[in-house]
């Protein structure tokens, strides 16, 4: 019995030890990581900047633009069709077009020249010119020269002529009358192209713009969020309730976020710069962009059982001035053999005497009128030459009508196509936003009552921030792409 007794209060020791040696080691667990905090430095402040959305207003510190001048989508096309280089070339070349016809039809009206010979024959000729003067009796008379040998009276002549000539009948001139429009309306077809790449590629400029802004936004959202993360996974290790992995993962994830806030405020700087170069806009001078966010959802939506027209692509249009101005140079080369008539009318004053200082106290005029006819009979078969090659250029002119109309085909397969890929990936975005937004707040929750690991924080984050990207991405490519099926329809007329 004794030794019963004697065993249980041993065992009764043992159990007490074991009980102390169990608490010294929980107190040095809990107080081993108080010595190590010190080289967890209390989390920076971080500023809970929220989202702001649509419409868009670039901060100044991110987006490098210090001005107060806001542009809408349409303010930046309108700047654009007034300032870009490129469109103020085009409307240029459409003046000298003009400029052109004119200086070519100009042979149309009359055509008067002035022209005169002074000369002093060293030795006169035997055949009497044209101011080879005779006396009989107290009469002058002149005569042309014909059957008269006598030397010229006097050494000294001059004589001075007015012509004036006027286009009848001309080949040359008809072939410019009936080319002139079509060069005309070239020129403008031309400026209107410029027109509707300054429309697209502003537009999908200015997207860009928005679309980091917008990854700035969410990014500084995000950032945010990490921030109050970091400082309540800190003060929970610093209370004992996680250990140190918790909150190194909290700063991991925040160092990410920080960098990627940082790259998207650097990319936002060229993105102003490729705007303002389409823009023709001073890059001296600063604005930001604002857009409605109610027209721009409204503008999301196209009708895609739209088909497509040829007629309505000014590439198509271009193609068809350029046939016409090839037909026009066949019907010239075909009535080249036409003749050239035109009218003309001289008067001649002629002047003569041996005494220079004098030489204008006498004068006898001249005056004719006349037809002038030039009826081109045999150039080398040059004629022929330049019609078959006008006949084969008109051919392959119908060559390129049956490609462009397979590149509009493919065009506007490949717009329409990525449109709708597009329009349902943002739905998809949309909906994937709003679960990642629901897990996460479910998630945090769960680990601020100790329920999940952080670990699990840490995914829920990473699929919110993912799924607030591709939303945003989603959103702009989804604009891009509808700016891409109006350009393939034909819809973009400015």
Request: charged share 15%; aromatic share 10%.
């Amino acid at each position: 019995m004794n030794n019963v007794h004697f065993g249980m209060n041993k065992l009764r020791v043992i159990l007490f030890m074991t009980v102390i040696s169990s608490l010294s080691f929980s107190a040095l667990a809990q107080t081993k990581p108080q010595n190590d905090k010190s080289k967890f430095p209390i989390p920076d402040y971080v500023p809970d900047t929220n989202k702001v959305g649509f419409p868009i207003m670039p901060n100044a510190s991110n987006a490098g633009n210090n001005g107060s001048v806001y542009l809408t989508l349409k303010q930046c096309i309108d700047y654009a069709m007034l300032h870009q280089p490129a469109l103020n070339k085009s409307l240029i070349n459409v003046d000298i077009t003009r400029t052109t016809n004119a200086v070519n039809l100009a042979a149309w009206l009359p055509q008067v020249n002035a022209n005169g010979d002074l000369i002093h024959y060293i030795q006169k000729p035997n055949n009497n010119i044209s101011t080879n003067v005779g006396t009989t009796g107290n009469s002058t008379s002149t005569s042309t020269g014909t059957g008269n040998s006598a030397r010229s009276t006097y050494a000294n002549t001059f004589v001075p002529e007015l012509s004036v000539s006027q286009a009848i009948v001309s080949p040359t001139l008809l072939y410019a009358s009936k080319s002139a429009p079509l060069l005309v309306k070239q020129s403008q077809q031309l400026t209107d192209s410029t027109k509707i790449f300054l429309v697209t590629s502003v537009s999908k400029a200015f997207y860009n713009v928005l679309l980091t802004l917008e990854q700035i936004n969410v990014l500084k959202e995000d950032t945010a969020r990490l921030g109050r993360n970091l400082r309540d996974t800190y003060h929970q290790y610093k209370g004992g309730i996680v250990d140190e992995t918790d909150y190194l993962q909290a700063s991991i994830t925040l160092n990410n976020s920080n960098t990627q806030l940082k790259q998207a405020n650097e990319n936002i700087i060229p993105e102003y710069a490729a705007l303002k170069q389409l823009m023709g806009y001073d890059p001296q001078q600063q604005f930001n962009v604002s857009i409605d966010t109610v027209q721009m959802m409204n503008n999301m939506r196209i009708d895609t059982t739209q088909q497509l027209q040829y007629e309505k692509r000014i590439e198509y249009q271009e193609l068809n001035t350029r046939r016409d101005l090839q037909f026009a140079l066949t019907h010239y080369y075909k009535y080249a053999f036409l003749p050239t008539i035109s009218g003309f009318f001289n008067y001649d004053l002629q002047f003569a005497n041996n005494n220079l200082p004098n030489i204008l106290s006498t004068s006898y005029p001249s005056s004719l009128v006349g037809v002038s006819v030039s009826i081109p009979i045999f150039t080398g078969f040059a004629r022929l030459h330049n019609l078959h090659k006008s006949q084969l250029q008109e051919q392959l002119i119908n060559w390129d009508a049956v490609d462009l109309k397979l590149q509009l085909t493919k065009e506007y397969d490949t717009s329409l196509a990525n449109y709708k890929s597009n329009l349902y990936n943002f739905n998809m975005q949309q909906k994937n936003v709003a679960m990642a937004r629901r897990v996460y707040f479910v998630v945090d929750l769960q680990y601020k009552q100790g329920i999940v690991a952080y670990l699990n924080v840490i995914t829920a984050e990473s699929n919110l921030i993912t799924s607030e990207i591709n939303y945003t991405n989603s959103l702009f490519q989804l604009l891009s792409s509808k700016v891409d099926l109006d350009k393939a329809m034909g819809n973009i007329t400015y």
